[in-house]
């Protein structure tokens, strides 16, 4: 099963992702993952990446087509995958065409209001990483750990005008891969605004033979 989950911040991609990889027996490969990899192992294209990062700049095209070329030539995706944050522009999604052919394209759709109330709700614990949501998973005392008592945060990324910024910057990018891929009959539009398990049971839907 050869798949790329698309979808804005808040959908899930990466929980669901969770689920498909024990599910098909595929790896869950994140553009985000194999950047931190590289740099941690000091690999060339690790180094490349630091120095552009460090540079504030964006990482080009090339330097992430190279690394997910890569991790595809690794044997545990011979048999499928699940890319997440890849392709991300039209030059990436001709250039994944000509590394392998793909079984679907998973498009989560979730409106803006739910994703906003998702995102903005996270509160974390800085010492742990541990993460609460004020409606969905609140901790026991208002603001604090369960654990430790520490006060909760909310990251800064996690902020309304953040969460707004990001939403743009994801449909900018993403919408004429979605264009791309409905025009080849890959994509496949899924409801995510139900719990995991409800999203992903829509995806085995989907993908059943």
Do not use: W
């Not at 595809?72 to 392998?100: N, V, W």
């Not at 008592?149 to 910024?165: C, T, V, W």
Request: aromatic share 6%; charged share 25%.
């Amino acid at each position: 099963m050869k798949l790329v989950f698309l979808g804005p911040p808040g959908a899930g991609k990466g929980t669901i992702a969770a689920l498909a990889k024990e599910h098909y027996q595929i790896p869950h490969i994140s553009t985000g993952d194999l950047f931190r990899a590289h740099i941690k192992e000091h690999t060339p294209l690790g180094l490349e990446v630091e120095a552009i990062l460090g540079r504030g700049d964006l990482v080009p095209d090339s330097v992430t087509v190279e690394m997910v070329r890569q991790r595809l030539g690794e044997p545990d995706a011979a048999d499928g995958f699940i890319l997440d944050g890849f392709p991300r522009t039209i030059a990436q999604a001709d250039a994944l065409k000509g590394m392998s052919g793909l079984d679907g394209v998973i498009n989560f759709v979730l409106d803006d209001e739910v994703i906003i109330a998702r995102l903005s709700g996270r509160r974390m614990c800085k010492s742990t990483g541990r993460i609460y949501h004020i409606l969905y998973n609140p901790p026991k005392r208002e603001g604090f750990d369960d654990e430790t008592g520490e006060p909760l945060i909310q990251r800064a990324d996690d902020q309304i005008e953040a969460i707004h910024n990001r939403l743009e910057v994801y449909q900018r990018q993403t919408f004429p891969l979605i264009d791309y891929y409905r025009e080849r009959n890959l994509l496949i539009d899924v409801d995510a605004s139900g719990s995991p398990d409800e999203i992903f049971a829509l995806v085995k839907e989907v993908l059943a033979p």
